[in-house]
């Protein structure tokens, strides 16, 4: 299975397409991440956030609402990729965005949901028996509805899919 996943992977950046092209430059030629200038908007948005966090992080969080098109975060264990990383997807949520939230494990992902504020609409999908305790109430097997249409509306409304 993950060789049939690599290999049509292969395949896409062999491809002849913009988006193809795109994806050489940024995986093979390491073209390096291009940035916005932010908005005092966003910065006044951020405050409050921001001033849990320390100075790599912070500098990680506004690198990443800049960035026109990919942004790695990486550290040592325990070094605040998770806590940078739920800062950066509240403050998203705030901005408006909807985002998706993923990952290589199931955990991962549970450990950002469960540090995000309740207020945040949710969405988990995957399996249930993955999915931690504190985070099945946001489960996909929960949604109730009585047409497509209404599932869709309840879909749109969540600001984070995961």
Known sequence: M??????????????????????????????????????????????DLLGKLNKCQKHAVLQALATQHYLLIKGMPG????????????????LGQSVLVTSHT???VDNILRRLPSNID????????KVHPDVKQYSEQN????????????????????
């Not at 070094?79 to 950066?88: F, I, N, P, Q």
């Not at 949710?122 to 028996?129: F, K, M, T």
């Open 122 to 129: 949710i969405l988990r999908l995957g399996s249930i028996s």
């Open 2 to 47: 993950q060789l049939e996943f690599n290999l049509t992977n292969l395949g896409h950046l062999l491809e002849m397409t913009p988006q193809s092209d795109f994806l050489r430059k940024m995986i093979i030629s390491l073209e390096l991440p291009t940035y916005n200038k932010l908005s005092s908007e966003v910065l006044a948005i951020s405050q």
């Open 143 to 162: 949604l109730v509805y009585s047409s497509p249409e209404e599932l869709e509306s309840k879909l749109n409304r969540k600001r984070v899919s995961a």
């Open 106 to 108: 199931h955990s991962a």
């Open 79 to 94: 070094t605040g990729k998770t806590e940078t990383s739920v800062s950066l997807v509240e403050l998203l949520v705030r």
